[in-house]
């Protein structure tokens, strides 16, 4: 079965749209694991439909290496951000994780990502979703 890391700090809400979405599409058939930078960003994601959440530094480097595919906004890559929940430590182990990471991109790190178009974060997470379904074909 599919494993997807949804990453999220703060109040949670980009992850449990993206929960939300991948359940609705997927159903059961992959695994949804919510990794807050924070409990309330886990409890979020977890009421939205993920299978499994936890919390932390610990937790997020833990299950990094542990998934098929890491998704979040694209701030989960650098270190210290969402105002400091996103430890150096996460940042290493979410980018050097072999899994598939498909960010999106959002952030308020001071960080413009050139060459990409502004779109809200439904259109967004609907992209998201149909990169997932075009690798789900080849697995």
């Known amino acids: ?7 999220d700090g703060q109040g949670g809400g980009i992850g449990s749209l993206v929960v939300k979405k991948l359940r609705e599409e997927f159903g059961d058939s992959i695994e949804i694991i919510a990794l807050g930078t924070n409990a309330v ?3 979020t994601m ?3 439909g993920a299978d499994k959440g936890a919390s932390g ?3 997020i480097v833990w299950n990094a290496n542990r998934v098929d595919i890491i998704t979040g906004p694209v ?12 430890t150096p430590k996460m940042a290493e182990a979410l980018s050097s994780s072999p899994a598939k990471k498909l960010l ?6 001071q960080v413009d990502i050139i060459g990409i178009v502004k779109e809200p974060l ?3 997470a609907d992209a998201l979703i149909q990169k997932i379904k075009e690798i789900t074909k080849n697995v």
């Open 41 to 43: 960003a886990s409890t």
């Open 1 to 7: 079965m599919l494993k997807i890391a949804v990453i």
């Open 57 to 59: 530094e610990n937790a």
């Open 46 to 48: 977890l009421k939205a």
């Open 75 to 86: 701030s989960i890559m650098l270190a210290n951000a969402m105002l400091g929940e996103l």
């Open 104 to 109: 999106l991109p959002l952030n308020q790190e």
């Open 122 to 124: 439904p259109h967004l």
